[in-house]
Structure formats: C-alpha cells, structure tokens
C-alpha cells in the first residue's frame, strides 16, 4: 500500500533527523544520552569525556567518545578552535586528571582579551562561577529566584566544552539577611534550605559536574562556624543541604568545600570526621573541595596527605580555588618563587590519584579578588593584570 510506505519512510526521515544534533549542540559525553551525530556541516567532536560538540567543519563523520579513563588530548579537525595540545587543560588531561579549570563570571565576559583565553581551546576544561551562583544572587529575597547571570556562565561553558562546577548552596558569606536574620525556626530554616537548594541544583538537573553543596563550615581550630545554619539545627543543616541536592541532580558530584584544610591538622582532621560520620549515616557526599588559597613561600606540603585519607573514604577530591598570592609589588624572586609554588601544588594533586582536577580562581591578577581582601597582596594567579602569561604558568605545566 503506497500510502502506509510513504508514511514509514516520513517516519524514518524524521526519527533519522531527531537523531542528529544540531550544529553547537551536545553529541556525546558521559551521561549523555542523546543523538550522537550532526547535522551536515558539523562534526561531533569530544571536548571532554563529559562532552561533545557539534562544530563547524565537514571531516569523517562521529567521533567516538573515549572512556573516562582515556585522557583526550587531540585537538578537533576541520574549521573548529585552534590546535589545543599546549592549553593547561590539554596538559593536565594528558597527566590523567579531568580537567584544569577557573573561575569567572559574567561581569568579566564583555573583556574580548579576557574572553579570549577564557574561550581558548584547551586551555581550560572547567568553569566554577566566581558569584552568580551564590544565595544572595540566586534567591535574594524568599522563594524568588534569579539565574539569569548563572545562566550565561553555564551557557558559555556549554559553547567551550567546559565542564561546570556549582557554586555554592549553603555558605554563610553572601547570604542575603532574610536568611541570617529572620530568627528561623529550625523547622522554617530546613525548609529554607531544602528549597534553595534543591530549586538552585535542580535548575542545572544534568548541567553540573559537581556542585560546592556545603562552603566553609568549619572555623580555622576546627570547630563548627557559628552561622545561622549551625546556630539553628546544630551539623545537621550538612546533610539537610546534601540530601537537597541529591534529589534534585542524582548524578552531580556533591561535594563540601573548605579552606586550610590543605595541611594536616585540627580543621583537617575535623573534615575527615565530618565525612567519616556522613558516610556511616548513609549521607550522599561525592568529594572534598580543597580551596588552595596560598600565599607565596608557604604552600604546605601536607596537603596530598590529607586528600589520601579522604580518597580512602571512597571520595574524590579537587582542588577548587587555587590561588598563590605575594605582598606587592612583585619582584622577578617573588615570581619565580610563585612558579615553583604553582608546579609543587600541582605535584600533590598529581600524587592522588582521586584528586580529578584543578580550578584556579580567575586567572588574570586584573579580575582577582586577592588585592580587594588583602591589603597590600596580589599577583596570585598566572596571568598577570594585562593577559600576559607569568612563570606561574610554566610551574602548572611543569607539576602536571
Ligand atoms: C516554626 O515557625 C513556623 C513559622 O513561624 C511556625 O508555623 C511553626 O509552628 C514553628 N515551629 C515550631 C516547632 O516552633
């Protein structure tokens, strides 16, 4: 019967075109689940192991998405970016890790020199936005949220192949007031948090790699930071947050993230605990967040001692916001000193096999936030205030 034939080719032609992606749009990755070819014109080509793009081009059809384990180091064929084999995500993926990644945010995105590097191919395999995800600009007053800069942070990563981390749901800092000062019950606040975060981690469903669930919860002796969240329902306001975020990405990586817990000690001992008790109560919780904010000729040297014992836990770590700040002005010693730095940092993630990446936070000394909460510090990060690569990033290279 001509008419049911015509029919069934109609319906092959169109389940042949759902098949395929569109050009920019998602072909492949771990996780992925759609089509995994393009539209004529373009080429899926693997970003990461997370992802990969459709890009401008013609060459051989699908490219076949590499296992986790694999590291992909090959730049993309055919009218796509630029060969990538130098970027620090091209060379820490060749070292095995998952990605090299930096934080930045939408203020920044109008910089075309900026943006430049930061769209680079290779050069950074991760986006964690510095604010846009945080309480007071994401729910600034009860129930009524905003994502529209958030938005674009994830959707410039999606345009680079970038994996994203999420950042944060429950921080005490940047915390708008009717939060912290309503006077809560602890029955109002477990709903308040329940609802931040599972509406925050549920806007990304399928977006994050891994989210900074829990930011800072411990005071520099290791004791809990008095906050509201503490102050109201005691360390239970952790697994509140956890479990939030559970139910709303079951694949993001939920991580608690922290600072100076990057040498053995009090505050480091109280974060293994924290996860040891976790773990036992069944409490969901993927990965440690080191933050890495150092300063120049005193970067611990103890720190893959502590993320060993986390890993053990059955968890991944990563370094989340790596920066190695020096007292201004900087002299060619203090630079050089800030190289080393950089590599024996690098060195100690390179020592743990479940420490999967590295974000810096920014990458140029024009947009970090160092000079502005230290005074008379600066000159953190790789890139110096006018784009121009420092020894630092020579030190990354060489400690991959
Ligand atoms: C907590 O506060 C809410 C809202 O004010 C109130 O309805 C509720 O009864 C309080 N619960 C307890 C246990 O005090």
């Known amino acids: 019967m001509k008419l049911s034939a015509s029919f069934a080719s109609l319906l092959a032609l169109v389940s042949f075109a759902a098949a395929q992606s569109q050009l920019w749009g998602q072909c492949g990755g771990i996780g992925w689940t759609g089509p995994t070819t393009c539209v004529s014109g373009s080429v899926c080509t693997v970003s990461n192991a997370y992802y990969s793009q459709c890009l401008p081009g013609s060459a051989a059809p699908t490219t076949v998405v590499p296992p986790p384990s694999q590291p992909t180091t090959t730049a993309p064929t055919g009218g796509s970016p630029p060969p990538s084999g130098s970027g620090l995500d091209s060379v820490a993926k060749g070292a095995g890790k998952k990605y090299f990644g930096t934080a930045s945010d939408t203020n920044e995105f109008s910089d075309t020199a900026y943006m430049a590097i930061l769209n680079q191919a290779g050069m950074f ?4 936005p510095l604010n846009s995800m945080k309480w007071d600009s994401t729910e600034p007053s009860r129930g009524s949220f905003s994502f529209t800069n958030a938005d674009q942070v994830v959707a410039r990563a999606k345009q680079n192949g970038q994996i994203m981390r999420g950042h944060n749901c429950v921080w005490y800092n940047q ?18 948090i329940q609802t931040h975060c599972s509406t ?20 520099d002796d290791g004791t809990w930071r008095s906050d509201v969240f503490y102050n109201t329902l005691g360390t239970n306001y952790v697994q509140i947050g956890l479990q939030s975020a559970k139910g709303a990405d079951g694949n993001a990586k939920l991580y608690i993230n922290e600072y100076n817990i990057e040498m053995t000690g009090a505050k480091a001992t109280s974060m293994i605990n924290l996860v040891k008790s976790l773990k036992s109560a069944g409490v969901p919780i993927d990965g440690v967040g080191f933050q890495c904010h150092f300063i120049v ?3 611990p040297t103890s720190m ?4 060993s014992q986390i890993t053990a836990m059955g968890l991944e770590v990563a370094i989340t916001e790596l920066d190695i700040r020096m007292t201004l002005p900087s002299t060619q010693a203090l630079l050089n000193q800030q190289q080393t730095d950089y590599e024996n940092v690098i060195k100690q993630c390179m020592a743990v096999a479940g420490c999967v990446g590295i974000s810096i936070w920014d990458f140029t000394d024009k947009y970090s936030w160092v000079p502005q909460t230290f005074s008379g510090q600066g000159a953190a990060l790789p890139w110096d205030q006018n784009l121009a690569k420092k020894p630092a990033y020579n030190g990354i290279v060489a400690g991959f």
Do not use: C, Q, R
């Open 200 to 219: 925050l981690v549920g806007h990304y469903k399928g977006e994050i790699y891994a989210w900074d669930v829990i930011n800072e919860p411990f005071n």
């Open 304 to 307: 893959s001692s502590v993320m």
């Open 175 to 192: 915390l708008p007031s009717w939060v912290s000062s309503s006077g809560f019950n602890s029955t109002t606040l477990t709903s308040v």
């Open 125 to 128: 395999g991760a986006l964690t």
């Open 297 to 299: 000729g005193e970067v």
